[in-house]
Structures are given as C-alpha cells and as structure tokens.
C-alpha cells in the first residue's frame, strides 16, 4: 500500500488528518510498510515572509468575519484537535509564507528515509502549532530540523537556495490537474481517495478495505 498526501504546514486540518491517518495504519500494524508521500500544497502562496498580522487578523480577512468571529471560528479549531489528543494554539500561530518548509519536506525526501520524513513533517507542525515559531524564520527551521538530525549546515545550505521549489510547484499542479477539493487529500494507491480531517474511524474503515482488496 501507498498512500501520498496533499497538504500545507499552516493546515490545521492536515494535521489532524495525517495524525488520525499514521494512527490507523499503527492500528492495522501496516504503518513500516506503508509509504506516506508528502504532497506540498500552500493554502495560501502569496503570504509573505514577514508579518505584522495577528492569526486572529488574517483569519478574520481572508474568511471575512469579524475579529470576535475569527477567535470563535479559531478556539473551536483548537478544540477539534484537542479532542483527538492533539493540542494545538492556533491563535498564537504566524500566519507567513510555506514555501521553505515544503521545500526541506522535499530535501528530507530526497534523503530516502521515511522515518526521518514523518520525523521531519510533524516536527514542522508542531513548530507552526504549538511552539508558534514563524515557518519562514531560518533559525526556528534550522533548529527544528538538527532536533531530529538534520545537519545544521546542510539545512542551511537548503534553506539560502531555491533548491526543490520546481518539486513543491510540481506537487501543486498535480493537484490542481486532478481537481483537488480542499486540503487534505489522501490518496490510497493511486486509486481510493480521503478528503478532509476524518475521524479516526474512517481512515481505518478505508485502510482495511484497500488492504483486502490488495491481498
């Protein structure tokens, strides 16, 4: 079985959803065979590195609501993760450009290590989600990175490049070809799709049919 994912860094639900996903296959005893590709897509590309915006503020512009709403809208965001053991502070996160995170999940692929990956991408979640360090900021991703392994210098050497930007693009576009509806997707041999942060249930409803189907 394989299974590639279409998700961002700044995606809530993508975490959520690979969390419930990599507990599943953990559940089935599949997880160490069962390649997870991680397929980049920005939410939004046009972030910028930098910002002066709250979460709160950004959230309120881009869905148009209020700041009141926005917080509402954040807090009951917060409570769907933690609900599946997931504490997140959405509120305190950094609404910033993706871009350079995608481009060291690609580095890591390149690395051929699958451990390291799964390593690499819910580290990068939790730096966005919980330690609330800007994903754009060289330093918090260079530390985040040699917390796993990662040499320092060839992180850096990753990072002051536009090295594995053509892989993210490429990514995106594979998304928009086949009419992706919203992240995350998941998509289980090239065949049996999962959209959105499902419930635990449904992941592992979906991976025991497929794996039966593929006996």
């Not at 599946?84 to 871009?99: F, G, Q, R, S, Y």
């Not at 390149?110 to 800007?134: C, H, I, T, W």
């Not at 053509?166 to 919203?182: C, H, L, T, W, Y």
């Amino acid at each position: 079985m394989e299974i590639q994912y279409w998700a961002d860094i700044a995606c809530p639900y993508c975490y959520m959803g690979i969390t419930q996903l990599q507990r599943a296959l953990k559940e089935l005893k599949i997880a160490d065979q069962t390649p997870l590709k991680f397929m980049s897509f920005q939410l939004d590309p046009t972030l910028p590195t930098t910002t002066d915006l709250s979460m709160t503020e950004y959230y309120a512009k881009t869905h148009q609501l209020t700041k009141q709403e926005a917080a509402t809208q954040i807090q009951k965001i917060d409570q769907l993760a933690a609900d599946i053991d997931l504490p997140i502070k959405m509120e305190n996160a950094i609404p910033v450009n993706t871009l350079t995170a995608h481009r060291l999940i690609k580095y890591i692929e390149s690395l051929n290590d699958q451990a390291l990956l799964n390593k690499a991408v819910k580290r990068l979640y939790q730096l966005y989600f919980n330690d609330n360090e800007s994903i754009a900021d060289y330093e918090a991703l260079t530390g985040a990175m040699n917390e796993i392994g990662l040499p320092v210098a060839d992180v850096k050497k990753v990072l002051e490049s536009n090295q594995y930007e053509d892989e993210v693009r490429k990514n995106e576009q594979r998304a928009f070809m086949i009419g992706m509806p919203s992240a995350p997707l998941f998509v289980i041999n090239n065949k049996y799709s999962i959209t959105g942060a499902q419930p635990y249930e449904v992941f592992l409803e979906a991976l025991k049919k497929v794996k039966n189907i593929t006996k």
